[in-house]
T-cell receptor, first 110, second 114 residues
């Protein structure tokens, strides 16, 4: 069945380094949403992309939706310790099925 | 608005007991989602409702799990009988829509089945 996978599963970076997580779906998605979950917290919405090839920026975060609407990426420039958490992509696939990605856990060393 | 409200926040029970988790979505939101999160399996969508009607329940693990939404302001997730492998954090989330709107998550219920 359709799945949404994210890579890498874990990423450890030094503060100031860049970070990228990739989201890949086996089939086309109507949209891509990104969420961040801090340790011990609940997922919090970051952004949504809807159009093929769309790019959006939020300060140090850049989000892209692939041309085929089957993949997406989140890039963080110059990570800070406040970026620590797990980043999830999510999207609506075929037959009204909503998928959450497997998540990428980011650790930032000061 | 107070956001999505879940109760209880923590639940400890013994294997075989019935467990009921409760959720009050944000007023006016038409969609309600139930998720389960564990270290092993990550965040899993169990079921979601649109206007109180279940749309996709393919994530519900087995017959021991059931979810209801009797009205627009209340939903329950029931596990009967509970097993130790059901131990997890259960999140409820609500949204205005599925295609264009973000999901607002509740604080979660941490369930421990002994």
């Amino acid at each position: 069945g359709q799945q949404v996978m994210q890579i890498p599963q874990y990423q450890h970076v030094q503060e100031g380094e860049d970070f990228t997580t990739y989201c890949n779906s086996s089939t086309t998605l109507s949209n891509i949403q990104w969420y961040k979950q801090r340790p011990g917290g609940h997922p919090v919405f970051l952004i949504q992309l809807v159009k093929s090839g769309e790019v959006k920026k939020q300060k140090r975060l850049t989000f892209q939706f692939g041309e085929a609407k089957k993949n997406s990426s989140l890039h963080i420039t110059a990570t800070q310790t406040t970026d620590v958490g797990t980043y999830f992509c999510a999207g609506l696939g075929n037959f009204n099925k909503f998928y959450f990605g497997s998540g990428t856990k980011l650790n930032v060393k000061p | 608005d107070a956001g999505v409200i879940q109760s209880p926040r923590h639940e400890v029970t013994e294997m075989g007991q019935e467990v009921t988790l409760r959720c009050k979505p944000i007023s006016g939101h038409d969609y309600l989602f139930w998720y389960r999160q564990t270290m092993m399996r990550g965040l899993e969508l169990l079921i979601y409702f649109n206007n109180n009607v279940p749309i996709d329940d393919s994530g519900m693990p087995e017959d021991r799990f059931s979810a209801k939404m009797p009205n627009a302001s209340f939903s329950t997730l029931k596990i009967q009988p509970s097993e130790p492998r059901d131990s997890a954090v259960y999140f409820c989330a609500s949204s205005l829509g599925v295609l264009v709107d973000e999901q607002f998550f509740g604080p979660g219920t941490r369930l421990t089945v002994l």
